[in-house]
């Protein structure tokens, strides 16, 4: 892969991370002044100015932008008002529980959504496609937190095997993994059913096969990887996600991860919190894109390499 | 013909319409009752206007696809069944090359992997192809240091000259080619026919050359069958179909033939305009 690929693509992600930490400053001053949202409505309005002074925020837009970039740079993410702490060592201290959550799911999406659909492809019009697909569209239609009361009724309630809430061994991680994991499965198992079709049916794929070339090595040497660019790309759209995508689970299973933070920092008007939560989820999807783009010319000459003079 | 390395008996090929456009129930005879021979190193051309069959003549010789009747014997046997094992270790003998060059190859991988990945596929030692190094063998079908090269950098006449050279790594005895030159400009057409016929003595290969473009046809091929609704209506020498066409339907493809393909007519159009240049 050449340097310029990788540069071009790094100096990309750099870009929109920059872009990203601006739009986070701009929105929150467009909300409205966080002061009054974050104080009491009978607050006397002094010490609504004081507060307003002791952040800043009575300076000109341009000198917070500096100073809130500058403070970013130094690992100052503000300060989070509930607790009393910096806002970054409260998101930190949360990322571990949801990084455990969303891996497993996120195994357990590649292994069940790629899984899948690579079964329904290869038996086309079989029962077995069939019923894969009639789960992709259950997975699809049923809402995540839905699913996730389901299962705590009867696995936590009726049949009293797992845990229903909170963290400690593995079985708490099973209910939420299962929840996660199973949701986006169906779509990733409708991806790879219908690029590994498309592939398929290419002309190269016949001309292997009468070329007298095994089937595993046409499915793994040439179908697969020729499939991969959608599935990385909705796969990769779950891993971006991957710390900030719980938002919904986390707080049904009572998951003390980064998604249940920002739901209960929402409520609390935490700005700090919530700014910083959203910057993390940023720079994840603006890393993990990055990644997909290199994975996209890992898979593909004809992104990774200029196509050359060609002459008859 | 009993030294004949490819022959044909009788050979039909149905297939059922499913409703749409023909009612249920029908069969189509895509191929009906065929008689032919391929004796070893030499071309039979098969021309027939489109939907004739010839494609469908083309699967069967290859062995890729059933007969629904008749016999497929290569070197005096029968094909293995699709795909066993022993089906697959058939393939190295007989070659397909089709229209389309550009879909034939993995977009994915370069020139020379994919001659390799042929090659391992019959467990054949990747440093000696049919003309000797894989360069040689890259060098010989005019791809000379193109071999670390993918796809999308090559144009449609150096794709089927990486085609044609993946077909030649099995050291093959019958190549059919389906509108092998169709897709490509003229002038890439007479040099693409020009190296089939150069490569043809030098390895000893048959080539079951299927075309719609009669004037292609007669350039390459020793014997010529022509189709009309699955079945082959007049066979023979090049030169006596040509001079003394018995059927009607192929004096009427004969009679068509200057304006009729757009190849050709291309073809007459630069003639036209060299005489030009000559007065
Ligand atoms: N797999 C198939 N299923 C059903 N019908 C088919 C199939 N393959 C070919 N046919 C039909 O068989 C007939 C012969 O097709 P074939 O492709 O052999 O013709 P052809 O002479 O190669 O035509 P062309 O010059 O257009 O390539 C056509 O009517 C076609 O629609
Ligand atoms: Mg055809």
Redesign the interface.
């Known amino acids: 892969m050449s340097l310029r690929f990788v540069l071009g693509k790094l100096l990309r992600a750099l870009l929109t991370l920059v872009l990203a930490v601006t739009f986070v400053f701009v929105v929150l001053r467009m909300s409205g002044d966080p002061v009054t949202q974050m104080l009491p409505d009978d607050t006397p309005a002094s010490v609504v100015a004081d507060y307003r002074q002791m952040w800043g925020l009575d300076r000109p837009l341009p000198e917070q932008y500096a100073r809130y970039v500058a403070g970013i740079l130094h690992g100052d993410f503000g300060f989070s008002f509930r607790d009393d702490r910096p806002a970054l060592d409260v998101v930190l201290e949360r990322v571990p529980l949801s990084l455990e959550l969303g891996l497993t799911a996120l195994a357990l999406t590649i292994v069940l959504g790629i899984g899948g659909g690579i079964l329904a492809a290869l038996k086309r019009g079989t029962s077995v496609d069939h019923a894969t697909m009639a789960m992709t569209i259950m997975g699809h239609s049923m809402p995540n937190f839905f699913l996730g009361i389901l299962l705590i009724l009867l696995f936590a309630m009726t049949w009293r095997i797992l845990p229903s809430s909170g963290v400690g061994t593995w079985k708490h991680l099973i209910l939420p993994a299962v929840t996660l994991g199973t949701s986006y499965a169906a779509t990733v198992a409708r991806f790879t059913r219908s690029s590994l079709l498309e592939v398929l049916n290419?002309?190269?794929m016949?001309?292997?096969?009468?070329?007298?070339?095994?089937f595993r090595?046409r499915i793994l040497?040439?179908a697969l990887?020729?499939a991969g660019i959608p599935i990385v790309t909705v796969v990769g759209l779950r891993l971006g996600a991957l710390i900030g995508g719980a938002v919904v689970v986390e707080p049904v299973f009572a998951w003390p991860g980064v998604g249940q933070l920002l739901v209960n920092a929402v409520a609390f008007r935490d700005l700090a919190i919530v700014q910083t939560i959203v910057l993390l989820i940023a720079v994840t999807m603006v890393v993990v894109n990055f990644m997909v783009d290199i994975t996209y010319g890992w898979?593909?000459?004809?992104i990774r390499?200029d196509?050359?003079e060609?002459?008859? | 013909m009993s030294n004949a390395v490819l022959a044909l008996q009788d050979v039909s090929r149905h297939y059922r319409g499913k409703g749409g456009l023909l009612r249920k129930g029908d069969t189509l005879r895509a191929v009906d009752g065929v008689d032919v021979t391929l004796a070893p190193g030499e071309t039979l051309g098969i021309v027939g206007e489109s939907g004739s069959g010839k494609s469908t003549l083309g699967r069967l010789a290859?062995g890729?696809e059933p007969p629904s009747a008749g016999n497929v014997t290569f070197k005096g046997k029968p094909y293995a069944p699709i795909g066993s094992s022993a089906?697959?270790?058939?393939?190295?003998d007989v070659?397909?090359v089709?229209q389309?060059p550009s879909?034939?190859?993995?977009?994915?991988l370069?020139i020379a992997d994919q001659i390799r990945?042929?090659m391992e596929?019959?467990r054949l030692d990747t440093g000696k192809s049919g003309a000797g190094s894989l360069d040689a063998l890259l060098a010989r079908v005019g791809l000379e240091g193109l071999g670390r090269?993918?796809p999308?950098?090559?144009?449609?006449?150096?794709l089927q000259r990486a085609v044609i050279a993946?077909a030649l790594s099995?050291s093959p005895d019958v190549i059919v080619c389906d509108e092998a030159v169709s897709a490509l400009?003229v002038?890439?057409q007479a040099?693409i026919l020009n190296l089939l016929q150069d490569l043809q003595a030098e390895f000893s290969v048959a080539y079951l050359f299927i075309s719609h473009d009669l004037g292609v046809v007669r350039h390459v091929s020793h014997r010529i069958a022509v189709m009309q609704h699955g079945r082959i209506v007049e066979a023979g020498p090049a030169g006596d179909v040509f001079a003394s066409p018995r059927n009607s339907y192929t004096k009427a493809l004969i009679a068509a033939l200057p304006a009729a393909s757009p190849s050709a007519r291309r073809a007459r159009d630069a003639k036209r305009r060299l005489d030009f240049a000559k007065v």
Do not use: C, E, M
């Open positions: 290419q002309p190269f016949r001309t292997a096969r009468a070329k007298g070339v095994p090595r040497g040439h990887p020729n898979l593909d000459p004809r390499v196509s050359g060609a002459t008859a | 290859a890729i089906w697959r270790r058939q393939r190295r070659q397909v089709f389309n879909q034939a190859l993995d977009p994915r370069s990945g042929a596929a019959h090269r993918y999308h950098q090559l144009s449609g006449g150096q993946r099995l400009d002038s890439v040099q």
